[in-house]
């Protein structure tokens, strides 16, 4: 069964500190893996990874694809608070138009 | 350019009822997708349309419907309404097509159902 695990559920860190998200999954027919934040409204579009595009970076934030061990991180440097939401990872497939998606990592940022 | 827009924001309903939810894409995209956010599971892919054609299709029970309009705007039903139909129901809107980004979802601010 196609699935996407997150890890880990949740984290509390103070603002300056370095985190890691992981994204892991296990789907046949890989397309394309997308990040999203999610405060207390819409998932905002992070990044989108694919075969061609393993690597993706802006300000604070980046995200690496690798397709041999089926996982993505997602980098956050000096974390603010600002930052503190859920974050989602989605993978899609060819030959379909949906997406699996993890249950989400919850980062909450201390001052 | 106005982003996707979902209505209604919050609604509550009893068990049986049923409840038509509205969502407008972005202007040029052809492409919606409807999604259940529930604590528990996440977001789980309810169903997706392009053209007025229902192209895939989640796991959900037959209760579940959609349908969308020849100007792309898409609407979803769901009758007979459980209480686990309580969620935060998401409608993303994408280009669709080839390019890289064509396909990468703008998701609406979601209708809050809960059911009583």
């Known amino acids: 069964e196609d699935k996407v695990v997150q890890s880990p559920l949740s984290l509390v860190v103070h603002e300056g500190d370095t985190v890691t998200l992981n994204c892991s999954y296990e789907v046949t027919n890989f397309r394309s893996l997308l990040w999203y934040k999610q405060e207390k409204k819409a998932p905002t579009f992070l990044f989108m990874l694919t075969s061609s595009g393993i690597e993706k970076k802006s300000g604070r934030l980046s995200s690496i694809l690798d397709k041999k061990e089926l996982f993505s991180i997602l980098n956050i440097t000096a974390t603010q608070t600002g930052d503190s939401a859920v974050y989602l990872c989605?993978?899609?497939?060819?030959?379909?138009?949906?997406?699996?998606f993890g249950t989400g990592t919850r980062l909450k940022v201390l001052a | 350019k106005a982003g996707v827009t979902q209505t209604p924001r919050y609604l509550i309903k009893t068990r049986g009822q049923q409840v038509t939810l509205s969502c407008s894409p972005i202007?040029?995209?052809?492409?919606v997708s409807w999604y259940q956010q529930t604590p528990g599971q996440g977001l789980q892919f309810l169903f997706e349309y392009f053209s007025e054609t229902q192209r895939n299709k989640g796991n959900f029970p037959g209760r579940f419907s959609g349908r969308q309009f020849s100007n792309s705007r898409s609407e979803m039903n769901v009758s007979t309404l459980e209480l686990g139909d309580s969620a935060l129901y998401l409608c993303?809107?994408?280009?669709?097509?080839?390019?890289?980004?064509?396909?990468?979802?703008?998701f609406g601010a979601g209708s809050r159902l809960t059911v009583l």
């Open positions: 202007s040029g995209h052809r492409s």
């Open positions: 989605a993978v899609g497939y060819s030959g379909t138009y949906k997406y699996i």
């Open positions: 993303a809107s994408s280009l669709a097509g080839t390019g890289s980004g064509a396909n990468v979802l703008t």
